[in-house]
């Protein structure tokens, strides 16, 4: 059974730093996987923030909004995807959530082809 247990979440102010984490169990990542951030806002849809795939995670992915902000990596010994996140804006709160699967094709970053998601972690920021 494939758990994705995301952590790291909080409030903080404009400007401020959090790094999420995703502990995986049950899913190894491999040259085929893919995983990634996703986050919705209340009356938003789910979008994708950053995202992972390839041997080595030699391919990444990240919304224009992210603009240098945020940074992805994957622990491939511990099997946890981190999401490092600086220059918060009050724009990015949201439910931040951590997927995986086996996403290819042109569009690999896109809710729709992912598998396995987290419960989500809540990100306030304040302005």
């Known amino acids: 059974q494939v758990r994705l247990i995301e952590s790291g979440g909080g409030s903080v102010q404009a400007g401020g730093s959090l790094t999420l984490s995703c502990a995986a169990t049950g899913y190894y990542y491999n040259s085929a996987s893919s995983m990634g951030w996703f986050r919705q806002a209340p009356g938003k849809e789910r979008e994708g923030v950053a995202a992972?795939?390839?041997?080595?995670?030699?391919?990444?992915y990240y919304a224009d909004f992210v603009n240098g902000r945020f940074t992805i990596s994957l622990d491939s010994a511990k099997n946890t995807l981190y999401l490092q996140m600086s220059s918060l804006k009050p724009e990015d709160a949201a439910m931040y959530y951590c997927?995986?699967?086996?996403?290819?094709?042109?569009?690999?970053?896109?809710?729709?082809?992912?598998?396995?998601w987290g419960q989500g972690t809540q990100v306030t920021v304040s302005s």
């Open positions: 992972i795939r390839g041997t080595g995670g030699s391919q990444l």
């Open positions: 997927a995986a699967g086996w996403a290819n094709g042109g569009r690999w970053y896109e809710p729709i082809h992912y598998n396995y």
